[in-house]
Each structure stands twice: as C-alpha cells, then as structure tokens.
C-alpha cells in the first residue's frame, strides 16, 4: 500500500483502526536523544537551539494569535519484506522535516518543509501566520528545557541490533508458519523498526528533545486447499528492547498463525443477525478504540459533532464499564514520554462505572473547551499538525472469570481475535472484522466459521455489556490508527466482554 | 533545494552507487507543493501549505534488490545511506526478477495531466470555493445547522526518474479537490452525508454550489434511518458504493497475490468471474485521468489493461517483476511514491458503464440500495464479503425508507457472477470509478 499517494482518494472522513503493518514509529528515553541518529544526520538540537526556536515563534506569532510550535523530526528506519521463503527486499529510510503551527482559537495555521534549517523555517512561520485575522497579539514565552519523566525505560531498544538477527528471526519466524500445517501455501513477514527523533518547542515555553523507538513485525500465512483458502496473522512488537523476543515466542506465534489460517478452511458461513456475543481479550480492544475511543476525542467534542458532546458526567455505557486511555503503558505503540506538542504523557480514566469523566485532548481543543491537555496531541509526521488522538486504550480489568461468560448462551457467537474495525463519530455506528469466530452453543465453543462482521452502535452497544473478565491483555504489536489522513500508533485491550447483543453480519440467516 | 539541483543530485547518486558495486539502479525524485483550507461555519479552520522533496533509489546487485529513500539530500548523508544500503543489499536474496527496466519510449503525446490554472489557484480562491459550498449547504435545509467541515485544495507534483539505461524522464501534474462534510439534524439524530470531487483540470471540478447541494442530499437521505430485519434480497450498490467496492476489490487483480495464492481470482484467467455485463478495466492512459501517467514507478509505459472482458477474466495487473515472473508484457501497474517500492495499485480503474440506471431500482420488488459502506470486510484471499451498508429500502421499484445498522454479506465470487444490472452513472471523482450495479441476492443482515 502506497503511503502517500497525493492523488489518492482525498478527504479520510470516517476513522479507522486497521490490523497489520503499519507506519512504524516512537518510544525513549529523553536523555539518549543524544548524539547523531544512527549515524547519520546531526543532532536536531544542533539545528535548532533555544534561541533560535525562539526567533521562529516570534515570527509565527508577529501578526497575532493564541499560539504557535516548532516540530522537527527525524527518522531512521529498517525494512525487510519476507515472501515466499525469500528476501525480497531490504529499505532504509532516512526521512525529516519541520512543521510551525499558529493557533488562533480554532484556527490553525500549518506550513511545513522537508528542509531542516532556520531559515526555512522562519518561512513556514511566516506562512503559517496567514491563517491569523486579528490583532490580538500573544508574546511568546521563552522556552526552557525539559527532560520528562521516561514511562518506562529500554536498555537495548530492538532497533539499535545489527541486521543479522533481525533476518534471522524472520526466517525462523517463516519456517514455523510453515510448519504448522502442510496446506500453508504462502507466508508474508514484513518487518519495520524505527528510531525517531523529535524536537519540540512551543510558545508557552516548552523545548523537549526526545528519541523513540519502535519495532512491528507481521507474519501472514496462507493456507489453501480445494479451492479454498484462509489467512492468519501473528504481530509482534512494539516499543521493545531486544529481550522481547526471549519473552514471546516467535516461532510459537507464527506457527499459531498458520494454524489459524488452516482452521478457517474447515471453518463454516458466518451467521446473520443480532445475538449474544463474546469477545476475547487484547486485540478485540479495538471494540471499545472504535465504539467510545473516538467519540471521546477532544476536537468532536469541541464542535459539537461527536456523539458523547455534552455528556460529561453523565452515564453513557454499562456501570460495569471503565474505559482507560494510558501512554504510560509500558511497551504500548502508543507510548510516549511526552505528546507530540511537548505535553508529559498521562494515564487518565475516561469512562469511570459507566459514566463519562474526561475527554481525550490537546492543547488546542482542550483551551477552547476550558480544560487542560491530556498529553493526547498526536500528529503521523512533520507532515500534520496534531490532533487529539488515542494512546493505548483499554478496557479495564473486570470481576468474571473468563470461561463463566459464555454460561447461559443457548446461542450466540465468539470473536477470539478481531481485524480491523471503524467508526463514524457524529452516528456512533461501528463495525468490525472477526479474524478467527465460533459459535456458541449452550455455553461452549463449537463450529469455527469465516467472513463475520460485528455491527453496532456505540451507546447501545455500551450498555449491553454484560459481563467483564478478569484475563485483561493490552495488545501492544497491531494497532495502526487512522483519523483524517494521518495514521499513528497505537495500543488496544481489554479483558474477555460479554455484549446481551451485537448485530453480526454474515451470510447465514 | 531548487530543482535543477536536487535532479543533478538524484542522478549523481545513481551514478555512485552504480560505482559502488551496484550493476544496476534507479533514481525517483518528487516533488510535491500542497495547500489545503478547511472551513467550518464560515471561519477558516485550517491552512496548510507544504513543499516537499524526497528521493527514492533502488539498487540491484547480483539480482538482490535494496532500497534507500530520504528528504535529506546533503553529499554526506546520501554517501552514507547508499554506502549503508549497498552493504544490507548482499544480506537479501537473489531473485531473478530482480531486474530494472531497460527500454522506455513513451508514445503519449499529451495525457492531460497537468493543470496550470490548479497551480495559479491562490488561498483566497480556496477559501472562497469552500465558503460558497458551505453556503450552499446551509441555504438548501433548515435542518443543515452545521458542518464538521469544508475542504478545498490544491497539489502539484513534479516526478523525475532515471536509472542504468533509461536516460532522464520527467512530468508534472496537478489535483484539485473540494469536499463538503454537512450535519443533518432532527430530533436528537444526528447525521453527516459527505460529497467530493477531485479531478485533475481546475474547469472540471464541479462547483461548489453542487458539492454542498449534494452532500446535503446525502446527510438529509439519512435522517430516520432504522435496521430492516434479515432477509435474502437484491441489492444495488450506487455509484459511489460500487466504486469503493472495486477499489477493495482491486488486490484480487494483483498479480503478486495471484501468484503467492493470495487472490480469489488466482487460476481463473480465460473463466467467468462475473456477470456478462461487467468490463473492468485500467487504463493509466486516460486523457485527464486522477491516476494517468507516462510511466509507472519503475519506467514502464502505462497501458489500457482489460482485466475483465464481459464477465470474462483476462488479465491481472503487473509490476515489472510479477510480468517478469509470468513472462507476460508488464502493465504500467508499479505505482509509487519516493518512499515506497513500487507496488502492483490502479492507475484509472474502473467498470465499464451498462445501459440504464433507473431500471436497477424500478425492478426490484424487494430489496436494498446501498448509498455507503464502511469496514473491512472485504477478504479478497478467501473470496468471503460482509460489510456495514447504509441506504434506502426497495419496494415495488421505489426507494421507500431510509435504512442503516445493517450488514450485507456473499461470496465475492458468486456476487459477481450474480452481477445482474450496470447503470449508466460512471463518473470519476476518484481514480477508482464504477457506474451503480445490481447483485441479483446478498443476504441482508439486520434487526430481528
């Protein structure tokens, strides 16, 4: 898939969580944001120091406004695409630039250059300022340097090992697909880790250095067998250090990916209608990323088109419901030390017994709406301007046991692992993919089937939650989200969830 | 970096690395100028504006591929990235379609691509189109109270491409979109209905009194919309629905995935995959086209590729390697961008337009049409389909109520051999296009 083709299909206006591989970006620890990356290029601080941070945001704010930023980035990324048994390909990439933003209100103002240097940025200053029609004029505040707190610390990040293991795993990783069943005809592994460096310095003062690292890994089996065939999918990764993969497995996860690629050749139509459904822990978090996540974010809210305006304090899903949005969580593809406007990140509980408690917000819709930041600016590049966005959202841990949830359901069906899902925030309507389901039938597992879909609204499915495991799991390997043309990373989970009813979409009714 | 710089750069680069230990490479240069303006409620939201540059170089040794690409182009950064790339290069595997193109004549005279009235548009033009299309919309109802925004934008790009053997190719193009987002409200539902154009000539676009008219149609359409219960009945996808259909539908045709049995459509060439009145086809040569061009991303001349010929399944679409593979004629397919490798996307892809639009509908006694689709469920490795719709329900012929929180489900295989109506409608806002089309039964999941 192209990135970035400017005569793609234009204006994103849905959001959409997809699975799979993914833009790979950030973690770090502030004080190794030291030295040139990878060896290559220079020290972003070398190219902009305080003073001349400084310079550019008088500039941004000379003809008026609320605020301005500086973001620089650069990245230094791997890339090793596995088929067919072979090495097809190997990528390095070495892109950066810097963006200036003037805020006005709810106006902004973005310009932005592959160019790293003061000059061209006092230009995109300049530009940027256009967008300001007042005379209202804001001094810049000085910026000072700030080392946050690093939410959790990478002794040997993943992306600093030579080469060599990296292919290594990947043909490990292939063999073990293939091995798992003789009907896997085909496997696919691609590999993306990613060092990323990012400065950034804003008119209330703030100037943070930061480097992040970032390592996905998806390994897609698929089996085939008279004239049938069924994909699987194994991810790994996030920001890791290289001890990870002693942890994980990765054999074990490729195998179990070609496994479930052959299970869905035995596997029957998915069934139609509304029923009782269950889903697994982890990755079927994306339920709750698409149904309340997106709701929650703070620019919907501030215009008025988002489904969960106004409903501050008051019960929007089933008491039994907390919904947890954390860029703390260690190793999540969410996780940052600070946001990409230079705010710490945080852990803040959205929905607290059912009842909503916060939005999700940056710093512009947050002072628009007379609330602070929670550290949820994000933005895909120096490309984009930030925007309130996700971290790693969760659903938390609840009181059933896991198997308990499925007592009582005469019929109804099982969403062991979900695809990709998305969401209209003005309707709440959401659907998603089901990768691996079953039926339930007097309270067990019984036929694998293929091709469901889950349906829904977001607030009447919320209150339809029944029950809560105690098995909670935050998927930090898979998570690409995508808003408005630009896509970040980001963690998913919860615990198993019992839902009285969800409309599943297949062709069997 | 001015231009003439920045190509002399990509070519020296080239030139190094073949120098280095590369016996053949590539150099793919872009560059991009963007402006965008959102409106919202008659106050300009957002500006943005852009230049970009970066390059993209392929390196082949010994049939092993390597590729580098950067927005840096300093002499020590890319004497390092190459020095780098050339090294990990000998860690991939010898392919024997590792090859890059040798011979490229582009016989199009003039493709129409390249607008100098989209590049003279200014940001007040900008600004003016969305505030009439926002303007627009909030005349034709009460209920349009709001937008969640109105976008109107411009981009030009400039490619350069060369490698071993095939001298300096360059070309310039340019887009221009508007798009209008209104909020229909009644009761305390509320709901958007999006309309968009882009297209390549500034005097094509439609205009901006259009876009919000249209778009407020959509949002209006639906209003009071309600699950209909499961059934087994016909469904017309519009014009828009059935072309993003085919847009998920594409990587059936990609030859890669035919080849790594990947694809539905793999084994089925000379076979009836659809019914007899469906043509598809993509032609990177279309006078005006969003996705025409002289050439792809690895020097190959673009072509007018029938992949499906009255139901009939003709070709896949080719990157130079995949054509190398199956020792058939490349297609003009290895589309890219400078940080991408170039992979097998549509250039204009497209069904072919049938006979009468309104007949898709009048002769449905009971049934849906599907105005939107959302989510993934389009699985073209099993052949399986499910996706969230909205729309109108069918009766006796007429559109009756407004219909959503429902699925439609099929097998694509047997969903396009059931393909039992083609309308007329074919109009391209987007380089992937079809006219509305008619599925003889999906099964329609919804209330109880």
Redesign the interface.
């Known amino acids: ?11 994103v ?2 959001t ?1 969580l ?1 699975a799979g591989l993914p833009e790979a970006v950030s973690f770090l620890n502030p004080k190794a944001a030291e030295g040139a990356l990878m ?3 220079q020290e972003l601080r070398d190219v902009l120091n305080e003073e001349t941070v400084n310079r550019i945001l008088q500039e941004a704010l000379a003809r008026g406004g609320d605020f301005a930023d500086v973001f620089a980035e ?1 990245r230094f990324r791997t890339a090793v695409v596995f ?2 048994g ?12 810097a ?1 200036v933003r003037v805020v006005r209100r ?11 240097s003061y000059s061209s940025l006092l230009d995109a200053a300049r ?2 300022s ?2 300001v ?1 007042t005379q209202s004029r804001t001094n810049p505040i000085d910026v000072t340097r700030r080392n946050p707190a690093a939410p959790f610390t990478l002794v040997a990040p993943e992306p600093m090992m030579p ?2 293991a990296k ?1 290594d795993l990947l043909r490990r990783m292939d063999a073990a697909a293939r091995s798992a069943d003789p009907r896997v ?2 496997v ?1 592994i691609e590999y993306v880790d990613e060092v990323r460096d990012v400065l950034i310095g804003t008119s209330d003062g703030v100037y943070v250095i930061d480097r992040q690292y970032i390592t996905g890994i998806s390994c897609a089996p ?1 089996a ?1 067998a008279g004239g ?4 699987g999918l194994a991810t790994l990764g996030g920001r890791i250090d290289s001890t990870y993969f002693e942890r994980v497995d990765p054999e074990g996860a490729a195998k179990k990916a070609g496994l479930q690629a052959a299970r ?1 050749l035995e596997a029957g139509p ?1 069934p ?3 029923m009782p459904v269950v889903v697994g822990p982890g990755w079927g978090g994306v339920l709750i990323h698409e149904s309340l996540g997106h709701a929650l974010e703070g620019d919907g809210i501030r ?3 988002s ?1 969960l305006s106004g409903l501050g304090g008051t019960r929007v899903a089933s008491p039994l419901l907390r919904v947890v949005d954390d860029g703390r969580w260690p190793n999540g593809r969410g996780t940052c030390a600070v946001d990409d406007e230079g705010t710490p990140s945080q852990r803040t509980v959205a929905v607290e017994a059912g009842v909503l408690q916060s939005y999700l917000l940056d710093k512009q819709n947050s002072a628009l709406l007379g609330l602070r930041s929670t550290g949820n600016g994000r933005r895909m590049s120096y ?1 984009n ?1 930030p925007i309130p966005r996700m971290t790693n959202t969760y659903i938390d841990v609840g009181t059933s046991e896991p198997v308990s949830l499925l007592n009582g359901i005469t019929k109804g069906f099982y969403a062991a692992e979900l ?4 969401v ?1 925030t ?2 709440g ?5 089901v990768r691996e389901g079953y039926w339930i039938e007097n309270g067990k597992l019984t036929r694998a089937v ?4 889950l ?3 977001s607030l009447e499915t919320m209150q339809r939650i029944e029950g809560i495991g105690t098995d909670l799991v935050v998927d930090t390997t898979r998570g690409t989200c995508g808003k408005d043309g630009q896509s970040v990373p980001v963690g998913v989970g919860q615990p198993t969830v019992r839902f009285s009813s969800i ?7 | ?1 001015p231009r003439q710089s920045a190509v002399e750069i990509a070519e020296r680069v080239r030139v190094q690395a073949e120098r280095s230990g590369a016996q053949e490479a590539e150099s793919y240069l872009e560059t ?1 100028t ?1 402006s965008e303006v959102r409106l ?1 409620q008659g ?12 390059l993209g170089l392929r390196v082949l040794r010994d049939r092993r ?8 182009l300093r002499d020590a ?1 890319l004497n ?2 190459v020095n ?2 050339l090294a ?2 000998n ?3 010898p ?1 024997d379609e590792n090859k890059i193109a040798e011979f490229l004549a582009v016989t199009q005279t003039d493709l129409e691509i390249y607008d100098p009235a989209v590049v003279q548009l200014r ?1 007040e033009d900008l600004v003016r189109f969305a505030r009439t299309a926002e303007e627009s919309a909030f005349a034709q109802d009460k209920r349009i109270q ?1 937008t ?1 925004d109105v ?1 109107c ?1 411009t ?1 030009s ?1 400039e490619v350069f491409f060369s490698n071993t053997y095939i001298p300096r190719q360059t070309y310039r ?1 340019t ?1 221009v ?1 508007l ?1 209008a ?1 209104p ?1 229909a409200t009644q009761g305390g ?4 209905g ?1 309309f ?1 154009d ?1 297209k390549r000539f500034f005097g094509e676009l439609a205009k901006p009194e259009q876009i919000g008219q249209r778009a407020v149609e959509r949002a209006l359409a ?1 209003l009071g919309a309600a ?1 209909v219960p ?3 009945v016909p469904v017309v996808f519009s014009a828009e629905a059935a072309g993003l259909f085919l ?1 998920n539908l594409f990587p059936a045709f990609s030859a890669l995935n035919v080849i ?3 694809s ?1 459509l793999a084994g089925k060439i000379g076979q009836a995959v659809a019914g007899p009145g469906i043509t598809i086809v993509d032609d990177g040569t279309m006078r005006r086209g ?2 025409t061009r002289f050439f792809d991303g690895e020097g190959v001349q673009t072509h007018r590729t029938v992949l499906v010929d009255r139901g009939v399944l003709r070709q896949y679409c080719h990157s130079a390697a995949t054509a190398r593979r199956l020792n058939v004629p490349p297609t003009g397919n290895g ?3 400078y ?3 170039p ?1 097998i ?1 549509p250039t204009n892809l497209y069904i072919e337009a049938g006979s009468s639009t309104h007949k898709l509908v009048e002769e449905v006694p009971l049934g849906l049409y599907v105005t939107g689709l ?4 389009v ?1 073209t ?8 719709v ?1 729309g109108q329900w069918i009766e006796k012929g007429v559109l009756t109520k407004a219909v ?8 694509l295989d047997e969903m396009l051999l059931g393909v039992d109506g083609v309308g007329r409608d074919l109009e391209f806002r ?3 296009a079809s006219p509305s089309i008619r599925f003889k039964q999906l ?1 329609v ?4």
Do not use: C, H
Request: charged fraction near 20%.
């Open positions: 898939m192209s990135r970035r083709d400017f005569l793609r299909r234009g204006a206006i849905t959409a997809a060896g290559i290029g650069q088929d067919a072979k090495i097809d390909s190997v990528t390095y990439g070495y892109p950066r630039g963006g709810n106006q902004t103002g973005y310009a932005f250059s592959d160019e790293l530009v940027a256009t967008v029609e080469e060599a292919l005809v085909s696919r698929i085939q049938k065939r069924g994909s869905l998915a139609a209608g509304p215009r008025g088109t489904l490309r301007w695809g990709g899902g998305s209209e003005t309707s309507n959401f659907n998603f993919a293929r091709g469901a879909i349906i829904g609204n409309t599943v979409g297949g062709p069997s009714i | 970096m991009s963007t919202r106050q300009i939201e957002l500006l943005q504006q852009s230049v970009v540059q970066g591929m390597g590729f580098l690409y950067t927005t840096d950064v390092e990235l780098r790339t990990l290069t860690q991939a595997t392919r940001v709001t969640r976008r934008g981009a790009q193009a887009a979109w798009s987002t909020i539902q509320k709901r958007e999006t968009i882009r639906r699950p499961s059934a087994r847009q790594e049995q990947r539905f969003l996705g589309l890219r961008s940080d991408t490798l992979a996307t959302a989510g993934f469920g699985d490795v099993s052949g399986e389909y499910s996706q969230q909205d959503e929180g429902v699925t439609v489900a099929g097998r987007s380089n992937v099964t999941a919804g209330g109880a």
